[in-house]
């Protein structure tokens, strides 16, 4: 049977704050209802939404979360793990800044801080089938990521060493995830090891095809990257477990490019924007992942340099419905169609 992508939903991370309505999950979940969505993405690692811990070991608690969201009006789609995932694999280049993600009682300990990481990744894997979730989505970390552009040239061996290790953090973490039948989704994303289609491949290589090894389609960083973003789906259709609708645009000009110079997001090159406003072509991206029945979330990430975040948001499930197609179940000339009949099509072809 033909499959149609569920939608709209919306990520929380972004919107989550001290203040009502964004500030418990039973306000923040009745707030996205009320713009029209239907699913919430829950930023796993923010203690005014959720208890993460807790979720993996009471499915009691989980039955509570589901119900809060039922009430208002909204299912969860994934658990993000995002800040978490980041702090698996931390060059030391990134230990100041990445340290504000992690616990005040691991911080300024490297060890410390990776090793509570992975607990959470497995707390977020038990969790989500607490939850009946069977994709979570993520960040994979980053040791290679400062040699991306380098001078002088890298060592031999450089970028081989520093995924074999990332393979070897992940590979447990995967093996978890697969005793509770839950999908690691990662955003493929600038400042992480995993950015593009060819340092997924070197990844998924090195962890042995782990079927857990996913991917969180989110097209704003390919554009920015000037990738091809819909032969992207053609290629790796097979592994897209989760999906960021979020937008973006590359205005290029006699100063700066891709690297966009340093400049703050409103004079950069490459800016994000809120659906809509920017150059993604999400009717082709709508349109392929229809093609190869990508049936989960079609999930609002808003990032804008430009627009508040309550219009970004109050526009994007409309957009995002008036996006998403339902499949049809039979071709449109059916009607001219008749019934097959081996003896009419051999005398169509001339076959004695």
């Keep these: 049977m033909p499959k149609t992508m569920k939608g709209p939903a919306i990520f929380l991370a972004q919107f989550a704050g ?3 309505p964004f500030n418990t999950l039973p306000n923040i979940a009745r707030w996205a209802a009320g713009h029209g969505y239907k699913g919430i993405q829950i930023p796993s690692w923010d203690g005014r939404l959720f208890d993460l811990k807790k979720a993996a070991e009471s499915k009691a608690y989980c039955d509570e979360v ?43 300990n490297p060890r410390a801080r990776q090793e509570w990481a992975v607990e959470n990744m497995l707390f977020a894997a038990k969790a989500s089938r607490n939850l009946g979730l069977d994709v979570s989505v993520s960040f994979s970390g980053a040791l290679a990521f400062p040699y991306l552009y380098p001078w ?17 953090r992940w590979k447990p973490i995967f093996d978890a995830y ?10 493929l994303h600038p400042g992480e ?11 998924l290589d090195r962890v042995g ?3 857990r090894c996913t991917i969180n389609y989110d097209p704003s960083h390919f554009l920015l990257q000037q990738l091809d973003y819909l032969a992207f789906i053609d290629i790796y259709h097979e592994r897209i477990s989760a999906f960021h609708v979020k937008d973006a645009e590359f205005n290029p000009d006699g ?27 999400f009717v082709g991206i709508f349109s392929r992942l229809a093609q190869y029945d990508y049936d989960s979330w079609a999930v609002l990430e808003w990032e804008c340099c430009l627009k508040h975040p309550e219009q970004g948001a109050a526009e994007g499930a409309p957009f995002i419905a008036d996006h ?23 005398k169509m072809l001339g076959i004695s």
């Design 18 to 20: 001290d203040e009502a």
């Design 66 to 108: 589901k119900g809060i969201c039922a009430e208002a009006g909204v299912e969860i789609t994934e658990l993000s793990t995002h800040l978490i995932g980041q702090l698996v694999a931390v060059h030391p280049a990134y230990d100041i800044p990445f340290d504000g993600f992690a616990p005040e009682a691991v911080r300024n």
């Design 152 to 168: 002088p040239q890298r060592p031999q061996g450089l970028i081989e060493e520093a995924f074999d290790e990332l393979a070897r």
């Design 178 to 187: 697969e005793e509770q039948g839950v999908d690691v989704a990662f955003e």
């Design 193 to 203: 090891d995993l950015f593009d289609g060819a340092t997924f491949e070197m990844f």
């Design 209 to 211: 095809g782990h079927r």
């Design 255 to 281: 100063r700066q490019g891709v690297y966009s110079g340093y400049q703050g997001w409103v004079n950069r090159a490459g800016r994000f924007r809120s659906l809509g406003d920017g150059q993604v072509d």
């Design 324 to 346: 998403i197609i339902r499949v049809t179940e039979k071709a449109f000339d059916d009607f001219a169609g008749g019934e097959t009949d081996t003896g009419k099509l051999k």
